[in-house]
């Protein structure tokens, strides 16, 4: 029952997918140079690095599309209180549903379909009113 050669060098138990910090080179630079100068010479925190500029990156943008959006239609005040007025359980649906999206084709098309269900409940619920205010104020003729 031999494993060969992948198993032995993996270690049973090995993680999948996480970056391994590889130790530098004897003179303490990376192995290959092109484009821009590493900040580290180890893999793993060059990594670590960019994934926290890329996700605040993301996040300051996001805000700001977020109010961009909004402006056109609210007041400073009720912008606000939109973006930043967010409870946990819509934090963490929100997270769920993006994270959701991001992970398969599959993913992505349940949350476009939750999210085009969304729209047109919307819009019924906004015709529905619209329909029972001319109801009841009734035809002036």
Do not use: C
Request: charged share 25%; glycine share 14%; hydrophobic share 40%.
């Amino acid at each position: 029952m031999a494993r060969g050669k992948r198993a032995s060098a993996k270690g049973i138990g090995g993680k999948r997918g996480k970056a391994e910090a590889t130790p530098p080179t004897a003179d303490n630079t990376p192995t290959r140079t092109a484009g821009l100068p590493l900040p580290s010479p180890v893999a793993g925190t060059n990594l670590v690095i960019a994934d926290i500029v890329l996700r605040a990156a993301g996040g300051l943008l996001r805000d700001q599309m977020e109010k961009g959006l909004l402006r056109g239609s609210y007041d400073k005040t009720k912008v606000d209180k939109l973006i930043h007025g967010r409870g946990l359980t819509a934090s963490v649906a929100l997270w769920g549903a993006s994270h959701l999206a991001r992970r398969s084709p599959l993913g992505l098309a349940v949350v476009a379909g939750g999210l085009a269900a969304k729209v047109f409940y919307d819009r019924g619920k906004r015709l529905e009113a619209k329909r029972r205010a001319k109801q009841k104020s009734g035809p002036e003729s």
